[in-house]
């Protein structure tokens, strides 16, 4: 049975790091590039006059970290997963660039330029150093040791030893020891992301609470000045028909007839105030079932797409709900505000994640702040651990995209 000479064996470990350290020094030469460029750019942002190209820069550094954390995960054979950034794809300039400044993940992209610049460059140089003096010494060593290990082998029968030589070694560990620093300082600690767990969570929870509180004064306000208020009227109808009953039937009918209206005023009511706290249409004809009913009563047309809700596998209660009440707070804003002929509701169901999507062609400009129902929509999907994208530049289009865990 014929095995690889020790020596082709090292040179070959030697060359598969070689290779990671080598493409490390063109990167660490655009890393060196981009230490300026992000600099100039922060620098030109404090005058105003770089603000708009702010978020394009960080498009880019995201990109250039991305695929350094992939090349190291493939390094270090562990599994690679793709950085939790804040959004920049849409929204007004002054948000896109708030998004840049206070996520922790581009600065720790920044701070690794210019140490990227320096070591990617000095474990480049000194694999190419190490290959002439590895060949050299290791060349004489692993050819003396191979020629020992199968005499010993012959003579005695024990296995001959796997022997990676004393210089070339080297190329590996430089290899990893890049891979490894790569990787901690562009990957937020096990602590750093907890504590931004907890946050998040923490602010979730506040503002779950807060619309809650915002549902029941909803709710309270609605019974106080509708179905109360007719059922208080109702009341009195009532007593007067009875006081008019003896002397006057026929006005005591009259009021009977507006008794009569005035509960069925109430019951419509109380429906209305039933179908705000979960829809019986969710109920009975399902998620599918109710987009439907809600593009068909909207202002605009609508166009649904409604892939993998319509196959009868039923969703958790309370993502139904919540996507429901998402699409109906958005189709309701298009109608009033967005001046838009036509809008579009696209549900995708994927194994674990639900995923609504509704644009309209409307004038944009929709601002969270104004009171537009869209804090309470990214309130209500943070609650369930969800996430909101809102992208509605001035002129248009507006479209508003929620990611649901659904756990199927």
């Known amino acids: 049975m014929s095995t690889t000479p020790p020596l082709t064996a090292a040179i070959r470990r030697s060359w598969d790091a070689s290779r990671y350290l080598f493409v490390g020094v063109p990167i660490a030469l655009a890393a060196y590039v981009g230490t ?32 350094e954390r992939r090349r190291a995960a493939a390094r270090l054979g562990v599994p690679f997963t ?44 000194l694999a190419m150093v190490l290959w002439p003096v590895g060949l050299l010494v290791d060349g004489a060593a692993l050819s003396v040791a191979h020629l020992l290990d199968r005499r010993s082998a012959d003579e005695y029968g024990t296995p001959q030893p796997v022997r990676q030589g004393w210089v070339l070694r080297w190329h590996a560990v430089l290899a990893d020891l890049s891979a490894t620093w790569t990787r901690s300082l562009l990957t937020r600690s096990p602590s750093s992301a907890l504590a931004d767990r907890i946050a998040q969570l923490t602010e979730s929870r506040a503002g779950a609470v807060e619309a809650h509180g915002a549902e029941l004064r909803r709710i309270e306000r609605d019974l106080h000045d509708g179905a109360q208020a007719r059922i208080v009227a109702l009341s009195m109808r009532i007593g007067l028909a009875k006081q008019l009953l003896d002397r006057d039937p026929s006005a005591a009918r009259v009021r009977l007839d507006e008794a009569q209206d005035g509960a069925e005023e109430a ?56 996507a429901y009440f998402v699409i109906a707070e958005a189709l309701t ?5 967005s001046g838009a002929t036509a809008a579009t509701v696209r549900i995708d169901r994927a194994p674990a994640t639900l995923r609504v999507v509704i644009g309209d062609d409307g004038h944009g400009g929709a601002d969270e702040r104004a009171g537009s129902g869209l804090v309470g929509i990214r309130r209500r999907i943070a609650a369930l651990d969800g996430a909101t994208r809102i992208s509605s530049p001035t002129g248009g289009p507006t479209n508003i995209e929620v990611e649901l865990p659904c756990g199927s």
């Not at 007004?92 to 140490?115: K, M, N, Y």
């Not at 809600?294 to 649904?304: D, E, K, M």
């Not at 804003?333 to 505000?337: A, E, G, L």
């Open 267 to 322: 019951l419509a009511e109380l429906r209305h105030v039933v179908r705000g706290i979960h829809p019986p249409v969710l109920t009975d004809r399902g998620l599918a079932g109710a987009v439907r009913a809600l593009a068909a009563g909207a202002g605009v047309p609508v166009t649904a797409q409604l892939d993998g809700v319509e196959d009868g596998r039923r969703l958790p209660a309370a993502i139904e709900a919540a």
């Open 82 to 125: 793709p950085t939790p950034y804040l959004p920049l794809d849409g929204g007004e300039l002054s948000e896109r660039v708030r998004c840049v400044l206070t996520d922790p993940t581009v600065w720790r992209d920044a701070l690794w330029l210019p140490i990227q610049a320096l070591m990617g460059n000095v474990l480049g140089y």
């Open 36 to 67: 300026f460029l992000v600099v100039a750019a922060l620098l030109f942002a404090v005058v105003l006059i770089g603000l708009p190209a702010l978020p394009e820069a960080a498009k880019v550094l995201r990109r250039f970290a991305e695929f």
């Open 333 to 337: 804003n298009i109608t009033k505000h």
